[in-house]
């Protein structure tokens, strides 16, 4: 499946950001979709994931800060960012794999197809 991201950008401390990734096949592909991020110099880590069905989890980092819904209809995940901080700032990646009945891996070697990537800067 191809994975294309957009939404990136600039924003200040506090403000917001809504992330897109459009996956070429979506109804009959991957059963576990995520978001991961790297900063320069840093792992590349999960942001938050989930499955089809809609099961969900998120990195204690982002948690009641970003919501990760889908549009089964337009084959798009999405990522909405608020009270964004400057630590938040990173590459940004959508990722899809096959997850192991209705539980999604955390880990980035379980994802086996994966966006170019939407730069995310936070800062005033």
């Known amino acids: 499946v191809e994975l294309v991201e957009s939404g990136g950008g600039l924003v200040q401390p506090g403000g917001s950001l809504r992330l897109s990734c459009v996956a070429s096949e979506y109804t009959y592909g991957p059963n576990c979709m995520a978001w991961f991020r790297q900063a320069p110099g840093k792992e590349r880590e999960g942001v938050a994931r989930?499955?089809?069905?809609?099961?969900?989890w998120y990195a204690d980092s982002v948690l009641g800060r970003f919501t990760v819904s889908q549009n089964n209809a337009k084959n798009t995940l999405y990522l909405q960012m608020n009270a964004l901080k400057p630590e938040d700032t990173a590459m940004y990646y959508c990722?899809?794999?096959?997850?192991?009945?209705?539980?999604?891996?955390?880990?980035?070697?379980?994802?086996?197809?994966w966006g170019q990537g939407t730069q995310v800067t936070v800062s005033s």
């Open positions: 989930m499955t089809r069905g809609g099961n969900i």
């Open positions: 990722a899809a794999g096959p997850g192991s009945g209705t539980y999604c891996f955390a880990n980035k070697d379980a994802y086996n197809s």
